[in-house]
């Protein structure tokens, strides 16, 4: 069971990366790395998500070093509006997989 | 696609009533996940459902929840009865498969008095 562990909150200025550092130690070969973004009242929405080595969207990258026993979101240049929970997910493939999410991080950005 | 639907988005309801969440999944996703957030306990998962079976239950916090899926496109959350301590946002999701990204609809809020 791949338990995660995330800081529960950071805070930011507008306009500077921010990197969020989730812990799973326990991953196992077949789980991949996601994240997600939660705003108040609403749904968790996906970020994004990696297996290995470096992954970049339009909205993030996320690096996973080889030993995958971490993983850090990274936002370039935060705005106002990227004040939310970031969650860390490993998930596993199979039936008998179980799901863990982190415990969130609490980011806020100000001016 | 209109995403993941859920219904109601909000109820209210007594003590000891039976409480049913209704969701829909995106069409042609295998896989369902039921979650309850609170501010004590953060974002649980509850159950989850590939192939409209259910895989691990394990976070059902006891016999007063159950979940079915009767087919692809539906799928509710049962309390009976309920009890304040239910009192959350509950969120389903859907995904093309387990590993895959996850869906997440507006959530249903519930309060118990």
């Known amino acids: 069971l791949a338990k995660t562990t995330q800081p529960i909150s950071m805070d930011s200025y507008e306009g500077q990366e921010v990197n969020i550092t989730c812990s799973h130690n326990n991953i196992a070969t077949n789980d991949y790395i996601t994240w997600y973004q939660q705003f108040p009242s609403q749904g968790p929405r996906f970020i994004i998500q990696g297996y290995k080595t470096k992954v970049t969207n339009e909205v993030a990258s996320l690096f996973i070093p080889a030993d995958r026993k971490s993983s850090t979101l990274s936002l370039p240049r935060v705005s106002l509006s990227d004040t939310a929970v970031y969650y860390c997910?490993?998930?596993?493939?199979?039936?008998?997989?179980?799901?863990?999410f982190g415990t969130g991080t609490r980011l806020q950005v100000t001016l | 696609d209109a995403g993941v639907i859920q219904s109601p988005r909000h109820e209210v309801t007594e003590m000891g009533q039976e409480v049913t969440l209704r969701c829909k999944p995106i069409?042609?996703?295998?896989?369902l996940f039921w979650y309850r957030q609170t501010m004590m306990r953060g974002l649980e998962l509850l159950i989850y459902?590939?192939?409209?079976?259910?895989?691990?239950d394990s976070g059902m916090p006891e016999d007063r929840f159950s979940a079915k899926m009767p087919n692809a496109s539906f799928s509710t959350l049962k309390i009976q009865p309920s009890e304040p301590r239910d009192s959350a946002v509950y969120f389903c999701?859907?995904?093309?498969?387990?590993?895959?990204?996850?869906?997440f609809g507006p959530g249903t809020r519930l309060l118990v008095l």
């Open positions: 069409s042609g996703h295998n896989s």
């Open positions: 459902f590939n192939n409209n079976v259910p895989i691990d």
């Open positions: 999701a859907s995904s093309s498969r387990i590993q895959e990204t996850q869906y």
């Open positions: 997910l490993v998930s596993s493939t199979g039936t008998a997989s179980k799901l863990t």
